[in-house]
């Protein structure tokens, strides 16, 4: 299996842009998860899905940012506009339901807006 | 809430020494523990889990972490280090529950001397 892929691996925009990140998953794993990464603040976990359903997304620091997954294959996690503060490296993560917590994590998306 | 506290941001040993990394966790149920490996510009990779069986877990490349009730820990240790054990480690801990995510603590970053 080719493992989580995310695209692109490095992104450089300009404050006010529109980023769009990408994550094609694991075939067959039910859950998915984004994460950010930043220096100050370590991982946090912005929002899952389970079978193509948003479930938390509680986490997702404010309108600017959206996700969405139209298949079990894709999914995406916007900002619109984006700001400097936003700037860090972003993580798919995808598991089965049977298995006990164990993520399979895609490379990361680095995000970079000036 | 459940949270992970990892002890040291910042680690250093030689090459041969005994490795430590520390982590304290807390949860109002009993939790499952993870230890994660992050190599530079990679996503994180499973080192090693506990799950309510054995309270010794031994993961890959050598690494083994106790699960001590008492003191609500789940360190992380190797008797000898390798320089190829260079990279950050995050302890992680989730519930039984659901979509089981991961908490993560703010890593610690291992460095090996020759």
């Known amino acids: 299996d080719a493992g989580v892929i995310q695209s692109p691996r490095h992104e450089v925009t300009e404050m006010g842009q529109e980023v769009t990140l990408r994550c094609k998953p694991i075939s067959g794993h039910d859950y998915l998860f984004w994460y950010r990464q930043t220096m100050m603040r370590g991982l946090e976990l912005l929002i899952y899905f389970n079978n193509n359903v948003p479930i938390d997304d509680s986490g997702m620091p404010e309108d600017r940012f959206s996700a969405k997954m139209p298949n079990a294959s894709f999914s995406t996690l916007k900002i619109q506009p984006s700001e400097p503060r936003d700037s860090a490296v972003y993580f798919c993560a995808t598991r089965q339901r049977a298995t006990t917590g164990e993520l399979f994590f895609g490379e990361g998306s680095r995000l970079t807006v000036l | 809430a459940q949270s992970v506290t990892q002890l040291g941001s910042h680690v250093s040993v030689s090459e041969g020494a005994l490795v430590l990394l520390r982590c304290n966790y807390s949860?109002?149920?009993?939790?499952?523990l993870f230890w994660y490996v992050q190599y530079p510009n990679q996503g994180l990779q499973l080192l090693l889990k506990y799950t309510s069986a054995a309270t010794l877990v031994k993961g890959i490349n050598g690494f083994e972490a106790e699960f001590k009730k008492s003191e609500t820990s789940f360190h992380l240790t190797k008797p000898s280090a390798h320089m190829s054990d260079a990279a950050e480690y995050f302890c992680?801990?989730?519930?039984?529950?659901?979509?089981?995510?991961?908490?993560f603590g703010q890593g610690t970053r291992l460095t090996i001397n020759p």
């Open positions: 992680a801990v989730s519930d039984l529950q659901g979509a089981q995510k991961l908490v």
């Open positions: 949860s109002s149920v009993p939790p499952y």
